[in-house]
């Protein structure tokens, strides 16, 4: 029933209140990475519920750098000469943002816009902030506690030092959430480690360090991070409903993004 629901909704806001229709609104095409652990696609494909429950009237496609299929040029390719706005699963600035999806956008027939990472933003903050509280953190600390806690933000990693940027960003962001250090690390690629980055904390005297997955989905870097962890390790970002709310904000940001031409637009992150 939901379902139908859904569709009739999404047919209706289709037709103006003259009767006549209004066109599609371009599709949104979600790049996620890749991986070889099955949950990541599963992650992904539970985030794409999300969205579509949120904005029925929207075309909703998925395509991958690499490792899973559709491989995002074989998704570009299905939209023929449409219009598309490409919404990077990626957390920061970096070579897939910066090289490989904008080649591929370039390749394809479609008139193509790319929005810029999902972060830093807020909205990724507080996603991390719950998933911390799930995993155990204390949404209230005493002063002993808290001179005693510190988080390690466990990241993906990159050579591009505006990955880094902003990584340290969102991990200052969190810190102003949660009252305690954050220590960016990653798990390729740049340094520090997560074992390096608790190492750091406890010679600070923070012996009660918990790792925040700064992950989309689960994986095999989010597996090795969180196994890292000496007390608790939360889970990655995932299909949090704020995820999806950060998906079409993009989306929406890129689209009111002017253009003159029809070669492929980055968006602002």
């Not at 070579?95 to 830093?120: C, N, S, W």
Request: hydrophobic share 45%; with cysteine.
């Amino acid at each position: 029933m939901n379902r139908i629901t859904s569709q009739l909704g999404s047919q209706l806001s289709l037709v103006s209140l003259d009767g006549t229709r209004r066109p599609a609104p371009p599709a949104l095409v979600l790049v996620g990475h890749g991986s070889r652990d099955p949950r990541a696609l599963s992650t992904i494909r539970t985030l794409m519920d999300r969205i579509r429950e949120l904005r029925p009237d929207l075309p909703v496609h998925l395509g991958h750098i690499e490792l899973n299929e559709p491989l995002l040029p074989d998704t570009l390719a299905t939209l023929g000469t449409g219009d598309a706005v490409l919404v990077p699963l990626l957390l920061s600035r970096g070579y897939h943002v910066k090289q490989d999806i904008p080649e591929a956008a370039a390749a394809a027939q479609a008139r193509t816009r790319i929005a810029g990472p999902l972060g830093p933003h807020p909205l990724l903050v507080e996603t991390l902030y719950e998933r911390l509280v799930e995993a155990g953190w204390r949404t209230r600390l005493g002063d002993a506690e808290r001179r005693a806690s510190g988080i390690v933000l466990a990241a993906a990693g990159s050579r591009d030092p505006d990955a880094a940027v902003d990584t340290r960003r969102t991990a200052k962001l969190l810190a102003e959430r949660l009252g305690v250090p954050v220590v960016p690390a990653y798990a390729s690629a740049a340094a520090p480690t997560v074992p390096h980055a608790v190492r750091a904390l406890a010679a600070r005297g923070r012996h009660r360090v918990a790792v925040a997955s700064y992950f989309t989905a689960p994986g095999r870097f989010s597996t090795e991070c969180a196994a890292a962890a000496p007390w608790i390790a939360a889970a990655p970002l995932g299909a949090h409903p704020a995820m999806a709310r950060l998906v079409l904000h993009r989306y929406d940001q890129a689209l009111a993004t002017p253009t003159s031409t029809k070669a492929p637009q980055l968006a602002s992150a």
